[in-house]
């Protein structure tokens, strides 16, 4: 059996799917649906049963689950990146990790877990996936500082040297449309162009960055999907690891591109920014992914421009449009 925590999500939805392409359907999903369309995404996917986040911890903790567990994959987490309340992403996110990675290992399971790019900050202390180099790291916002406790924590205990942190980059693609404010720039420049002619992308106040050239390691969900699996693949590898395309690309390039799959010429607004964020916002992004090529990860990322126009046409256009800021799109084909 594989378990896959956030198996409702983005990520782990997509996870799920490309395991049933591989004939695998054993699989618990554990997640909490709540209130949103996330559910929707289960819809097309194989898996065994799926349980609720909070009676799967009790299930581990009481030695409820006993069938031969292969591999857990934890990529639930609250991922919101304007979250405030410190004490629910502590638990959420720190606490619960930290459980369920020391059952794993007691265990002898295979414990492949999300971390996060957000932990590398304002990128001043560069992005290196060197775990040497991690209490130098200072995030920018108590989400990245929840995923990057948890690294610190595993380092510090030695459990990194048992388990696999994957520090996942700008992922986009299909599955994402109940995160809200959350979802990509790509899905959200696809509604604001479908919506008003045009996208919105935020003034720089950096001299060194024109408005809309800050740029991002954006990489689709399929190959954020087939790094995370060559995990599964190779278990002998452990430790912290970078999932990027390794290539910084800027806004502006995501929009005309966006536009250019939607038969458009492109039309952007530079808009304030919020002060709520203006401190906290990451100018550059790139991934260092020597080490996951020194591993044995060979592949190459689909470019940005095949990737958007494989999502926005084959996806976003073959379902109704949604409105900017809704959350309500149906859900996308199978992955």
């Not at 059952?103 to 202390?125: N, Q």
């Not at 995501?254 to 607004?269: D, F, N, R, Y």
């Not at 100018?283 to 020194?294: C, G, H, N, P, S």
Request: proline share 3%; aromatic share 12%.
């Amino acid at each position: 059996m594989i378990i896959v925590t956030g198996g409702a999500g983005f990520i782990g939805s997509a996870l799920i799917a490309a395991l049933n392409e591989r004939g695998i359907t054993d699989i618990l999903v554990v997640d909490e649906l709540g209130t949103d369309e996330r559910w929707k995404n289960l819809r097309n996917l194989s898996f065994a049963d799926y349980v609720e986040k909070g009676d799967f911890l009790e299930m581990t903790v009481e030695k409820k689950i006993t069938p031969p567990i292969e591999a857990v994959f934890h990529m639930g987490a609250c991922t919101d990146t304007t979250e405030t309340n410190a004490s629910y992403l502590i638990k959420n996110n720190y606490e619960y990790t930290k459980l369920l990675a020391q059952w794993a290992t007691d265990a002898g399971i295979r414990f492949i877990y999300a971390s996060s790019a957000a932990t590398y900050g304002d990128g001043s202390a560069g992005f290196s996936d060197n775990e040497e180099k991690i209490e130098n790291l200072k995030p920018l916002n108590m989400y990245a500082y929840s995923k990057q406790l948890f690294d610190l924590w595993a380092r510090r205990t030695g459990l990194l040297g048992k388990i696999v942190g994957l520090k996942y980059f700008n992922v986009f693609g299909p599955n994402e449309y109940h995160k809200g404010e959350m979802r990509s720039f790509v899905l959200k420049a696809f509604e604001q162009i479908n919506a008003r002619g045009k996208a919105r992308l935020f003034k720089s106040y950096k001299s060194e960055y024109a408005d809309g050239e800050q740029m991002r390691d954006f990489l689709y969900i399929r190959d954020a999907v087939d790094m995370t699996l060559f995990f599964l693949d190779n278990p002998h590898l452990t430790g912290l690891f970078n999932i990027g395309a390794g290539e910084a690309r800027t806004w502006n390039d995501l929009v005309k591109t966006v536009c250019g799959a939607m038969g458009k010429l492109p039309k952007i607004e530079y808009i304030d920014m919020l002060d709520s964020i203006r401190h906290q916002y990451q100018y550059f992004t790139e991934a260092d992914i020597t080490k996951l090529r020194q591993a044995g990860y060979d592949k190459e990322p689909m470019s940005l421009e095949d990737a958007i126009v494989d999502y926005v046409q084959n996806y976003l256009q073959a379902t109704p449009v949604i409105h900017a800021g809704r959350d309500t799109q149906p859900p996308p084909r199978r992955l």
